[in-house]
């Protein structure tokens, strides 16, 4: 578990009420009921869900209810969600390699061949599709492995070792005092302002209190996208408009949540030209101005790659980490994409965690990482 949406204690410097809190499990329910009673209040869920993009449609006010308490691995309805959105992936990857299974009693050469190819096509990366198989095929020599579940299951694990390898507690990175800066980067499109949108409400179902900082301020549209996301929360934006310099409203942020205690603050950023330095020295501005308002800050930057793009991600990756230093990676659009095997790739090529998956343009349709449950759905049988 990712332990950022752990029920805030009153410490003194958060906003929660030190009355309100009776019990960890209550109060996480409360602030969940008493968020969608306001959001109702504001008709953001209710009667016009179905015609907002992002918002839930299927929650029952309960199911809202629960959702603090209950995203976690052990609840089998959320599970078998995760395992539906993961079901291109699925089909292309684990149920390929069943077929090609079926009716083999041993394994050949030739599977192991084939077995190969279907490594690289559901983008598990040409170097590690080949280390896997040659690992493979040396077991197979020492008669280790035989029959081909066993295969599958020695395939199964090693994936699983590429991911659980670089996983890492992330409450490391909270601060131990004062406001959590997050900022996200990414290039455009991979899904930055709709993942924001996704964690900052996991924040206010934990009872944190979230300040956003509109510092893509490139197009009018990306402030305001990030003010609905905002308003689906009931979230506070802080913007300066198109064309505002970046690095000042990130800047702005900081100060307002420190003096106003804040738990949270996300930073959302542009993603042209990643290519380009202009947009990297941007960052890197935009990382320094926050260093210098609060020391050690920001303390995730969060970047957040497409999976559909496959091993551009991972080139995305190492030049964002070159840049600004990623400490965390958040990978989008799992439910559309057949190549899931860049989940185990990105973790084999990159030393960084991921901290979220998502699977979906729904408010709920982010899941805090877990290398097993992912596994697991991925390899679940038909
Ligand atoms: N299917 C799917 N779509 C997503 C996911 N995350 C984001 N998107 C969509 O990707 C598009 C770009 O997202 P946006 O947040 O604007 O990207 P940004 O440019 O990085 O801020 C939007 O249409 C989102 O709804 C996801 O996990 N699954
Ligand atoms: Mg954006």
Excluded: C
Aim: net charge negative; no cysteine; aromatic share 6%.
């Amino acid at each position: 578990m990712l332990g950022w949406f752990k029920k805030k204690k009153d410490t003194g410097t958060g906003q929660i009420k030190a009355g309100a809190v009776t019990t960890e499990t209550n109060t996480a329910e409360e602030a969940a009921a008493e968020e969608t009673e306001q959001l109702q209040g504001t008709g953001i869920f209710g009667d016009r869900s179905d015609e907002i993009p992002g918002v839930t449609d299927h929650a029952e006010p309960d199911e809202q209810k629960a959702q603090p308490a209950a995203d976690t691995v052990d609840s089998p309805s959320l599970f078998k969600r995760l395992s539906d959105k993961l079901s291109r992936t699925r089909d292309t990857f684990v149920h390929q390699m069943d077929s090609l299974f079926l009716g083999k009693k041993e394994i050949d050469a030739e599977l192991l061949d084939d077995l190969e190819e279907l490594l690289i096509t559901a983008d598990i990366g040409v170097a590690t599709s080949a280390e896997l198989i040659d690992y493979a095929r040396k077991k197979v020599k020492r008669q280790e492995l035989s029959d081909p579940q066993s295969l599958k299951r020695f395939i199964k694990e090693k994936l699983r070792s590429y991911i659980v390898d670089t996983t890492r507690p992330a409450e490391l990175v909270m601060p131990a005092s004062g406001p959590f800066i997050i900022m996200v980067v990414g290039v455009n499109g991979v899904g930055k302002t709709t993942t924001i949108g996704k964690i900052a409400h996991k924040f206010v179902n934990s009872g944190q209190t979230v300040l956003l900082a509109a510092a893509d301020t490139f197009r009018a549209a990306a402030v305001s996208q990030l003010k609905i996301w905002g308003e689906r929360s009931g979230i506070e934006v802080l913007s300066r408009g198109e064309g505002a310099d970046p690095s000042s409203v990130a800047f702005d942020a900081i100060t307002q949540a420190v003096a106003e205690n804040y738990d949270v603050v996300i930073v959302d950023t542009a993603g042209r030209l990643h290519t380009q330095s202009n947009l990297m020295e941007e960052l890197k501005k935009i990382k320094r101005v926050i260093g210098k308002k609060l020391e050690d800050a920001p303390h995730e930057i969060l970047l957040v790659i497409d999976a559909t793009t496959g091993q551009n991600g991972i080139s995305q990756a190492k030049l964002f980490d070159e840049a600004v230093g990623v400490t965390g990676l958040a990978l989008t659009k799992l439910d559309g994409t057949a190549k899931g095997g860049i989940v185990a790739n990105i973790s084999r090529y990159m030393n960084i965690p991921i901290r979220f998956i998502g699977i979906g343009e729904k408010i709920d349709d982010l899941r805090d990482f877990d290398p097993d449950e992912f596994i697991e759905a991925l390899f679940q049988n038909r």
